[in-house]
């Protein structure tokens, strides 16, 4: 069974505390992994999407990575505005869309 | 900047009752989704569009549950009759390809809340 998931569920860091978001992934037939950003009553917005293991992107402060069984968000030196729940999910192939139930991350100043 | 629009952004209903969300997708984009989003948890993809055509309802509860997108633009979704469970946010986004890997713009959701 295709399954997604995300650790640790919530994560609270002082500002310019970095740390990394784990995703582990079970799917048959990998055609991509993304990240997305979720704020608070809002819908999720793209950060990136990663298809083969090696990979890795970049965007400000985060970068994500890609292995044949997980992925990691790395954030570095974060920010109060950085806080959000974070997202990972794969596209099968069977051409279906997963995601993980997330990673609510807190950065206090 | 493009937006996907959906509406009502709140619902609360009785159960029993039928509720329609409207989804809007951004212009020119082929493929829609709905997702159910329930607190907590992340989205779980009920129903995919290719144009006018539905690729993937495989997790749609067909029983109360339904979507159309007629002319391959706009579309709704449908509860009837509402359920308790059904509590949710629901979630359209678009995406400008024909593959579901291709990056998805979601728009606001709509806070649905069956009392």
């Known amino acids: 069974e295709d399954q997604v998931t995300q650790s640790p569920e919530a994560l609270r860091l002082q500002e310019g505390e970095s740390s990394s978001l784990n995703c582990s992934y079970t799917v048959s037939g990998l055609r991509g992994l993304f990240w997305y950003r979720q704020d608070p009553g809002k819908g999720p917005e793209f950060l990136f999407t990663l298809y083969s293991a090696g990979e890795e992107k970049e965007k400000e402060r985060l970068k994500a990575t890609l292995t044949k069984k997980e992925s990691f968000l790395h954030i570095t030196a974060p920010k109060p505005e950085d806080s959000a729940t974070y997202l990972c999910g794969v596209h099968t192939g069977g051409f279906k869309t997963i995601f993980g139930a997330g990673t609510r991350l807190f950065v206090k100043a | 900047e493009a937006e996907v629009a959906q509406s009502p952004r709140y619902k609360i209903t009785e159960k029993s009752q039928a509720v329609a969300f409207w989804c809007d997708p951004i212009?020119?984009?082929?493929?829609l989704y709905w997702y159910r989003q329930i607190l907590g948890q992340g989205p779980e993809l009920l129903v995919q569009f290719q144009d006018e055509s539905v690729v993937d309802d495989s997790q749609l509860p067909k029983d109360r549950f339904s979507a159309e997108r007629l002319k391959g633009v706009d579309s709704t979704l449908k509860i009837q009759p509402a359920e308790l469970g059904d509590s949710a946010m629901y979630l359209c986004?678009?995406?400008?390809?024909?593959?579901?890997?291709?990056?998805?713009?979601f728009g606001p959701g709509t806070r649905l809340t069956v009392l």
């Open positions: 986004a678009s995406s400008p390809g024909t593959g579901s890997y291709n990056e998805q713009f």
């Open positions: 212009s020119g984009h082929a493929t």
